[in-house]
């Protein structure tokens, strides 16, 4: 696990913010960082190991193209050229269950699309409307 704190500077406004990434130990050395971020109610985070062990077998299934997204692809064409940016943990506002919402990027920061699973059954869902989370 690792902690940033990023010093931004937008509209005028100084802001410091803290962002948290895990990954992976691999022979002793950390490695494939992804931001990790979760809704809590002021109380210190904790990391959640089911949410992990199923964001980097999806992320294993994206190395090796072997992911379609049932919301965004709508084709037979498999995800090419593809990371996992982020995981935000987040409880539904439809029913209350935990949610991973999963930034994909191609390069750098430029998130190119959100997939939603849920935390239980790890199923893919769709937003509920356009822009607007399960």
């Known amino acids: 696990m690792e902690l940033e704190n990023k010093h931004e ?8 913010n ?11 050395t950390c490695t494939e960082y992804i931001r990790y971020t979760q809704e ?20 294993d299934v994206f190395q090796k193209n072997k992911l379609r997204s049932k919301c965004l692809n709508k084709s037979d064409d498999f995800y090419k050229n593809i990371n996992i940016y982020g995981v935000n943990i987040y409880p539904s506002i439809v029913d ?8 994909i990027t ?22 509920r409307e356009r822009g607007r989370k399960p």
């Open 9 to 16: 500077l937008t509209s005028r406004v100084y802001t410091l």
């Open 18 to 28: 803290s962002y948290i990434y895990v990954g992976r130990s691999i022979n002793g």
């Open 40 to 59: 809590h109610d002021g109380k210190s985070l904790y990391i959640d190991a089911n949410a992990l062990d199923f964001i980097f077998s999806i992320k």
């Open 96 to 103: 209350g269950k935990l949610k991973y919402e999963i930034s």
């Open 106 to 127: 191609q390069t750098g920061d430029d998130v190119l699309f959100t997939i939603y699973f849920d935390s239980t059954t790890h199923a893919e869902e769709c937003e």
